[in-house]
């Protein structure tokens, strides 16, 4: 594909590429410069090469490395099963499946070793992953055995009948002890990797909040989410002023991770048809976070 720079404030190379070709990761990006993909008025450049207008920059996009789903014995925490549902209790900084930059080590690395056979509706790269939580968002998450079990799950997750229950620290005090917001969420348009509730346009969200503590400078949350919009907590609450602590991408303070946690899911099991209630318990380092805060 042939682009070109109309000039303007000079821009990287790189940044130019990310704006113009959203649908690629940056780590793809990178790859295709590294690799002479890329090239600016005929010529190779780096990523930090500066565009200043006029310039025609040509890209041939090269293939994805290939996905592997290798079994690797590394630790799971089993928190519920029977024979169509796994639920797991993911660590934050885990990856769920691979994808750009994450190859090995990741969720579904460790549960191809322990289970074996698991739904491959998701295809070959995410067997039995049904739903995900971000990275660096910690807790429960449910993993189909069966395809019938996946399909069967998704559909409870498409007609909402899944309640999602999260625990979050958010930075500030909120006005209200309960409430909703209804704020649709879509694409930032300027910072590509995060989502907004800033617009008055976007996919529609329900994120429902109760206080369950308040310290100086914070408060502690139960969240229930109607949807599962992507990134939808952290782009709800920074919309209020009121970013999930430790979030640097949505405006938070620097901290040691997102304080967010995937506490509770309810769901019909499609082993017998009962209702199951999953918690993860709050991992120790937010449990640790939570104790040095002053109560107020």
């Known amino acids: 594909m042939t682009l070109s720079f109309p000039g303007g404030d000079a821009k990287r190379l790189d940044h130019f590429l990310q704006e113009r070709l959203p649908d690629y990761s940056r780590s793809r990006i990178q790859s295709w410069i590294k690799s002479g993909r890329v090239l600016v008025n005929g010529a190779a450049a780096k990523a930090s090469f500066i565009l200043r207008g006029g310039e025609t920059i040509e890209v041939s996009p090269g293939e994805p490395p290939p996905l592997t789903a290798a079994p690797e014995d590394l630790p799971v925490e089993i928190l519920y099963d029977d024979a169509a549902v796994i639920a797991v209790n993911k660590p934050a900084g885990l990856t769920v499946h691979a994808g750009a930059g994450a190859h090995s080590g990741t969720l579904v690395n460790r549960l191809v ?88 346009h976007g996919r529609a969200a329900l994120t429902e909040y109760r206080v ?85």
Not at 128 to 147: C, E, F, N, Y
Not at 178 to 197: H, Y
Request: proline residues 3%; hydrophobic residues 40%.
């Open 113 to 200: 070793h322990h289970f074996g056979s698991l739904s491959q509706v998701g295809g070959e790269m995410r067997p039995g992953i049904v739903h995900r939580i971000d990275k660096g968002t910690s807790g429960v998450l449910l993993v189909a055995r069966t395809d019938a079990a996946h399909r069967a799950l998704a559909e409870q997750f498409a007609t909402r009948s899944v309640e999602k229950t999260y625990l979050a620290l958010v930075e500030g005090e909120l006005a209200r002890d309960s409430g909703q917001i209804t704020k649709p969420i879509t694409r930032d348009p300027v910072r590509r990797m995060r989502m907004t509730a800033r617009l008055e």
């Open 212 to 296: 369950l503590q308040r310290f100086r400078g914070f408060t502690y949350l139960e969240i229930r989410i109607g949807t599962g919009r992507t990134h939808q907590i952290r782009a709800h609450f920074a919309s209020l002023g009121h970013p999930v602590a430790g979030d640097r991408l949505y405006g938070a303070r620097a901290n040691r991770r997102i304080f967010l946690h995937a506490w509770r899911i309810a769901f019909n099991t499609p082993a017998t048809g009962e209702r199951v209630v999953v918690e993860a318990p709050l991992a120790g380092e937010l449990e640790q976070w939570l104790g040095e805060l002053t109560i107020i």
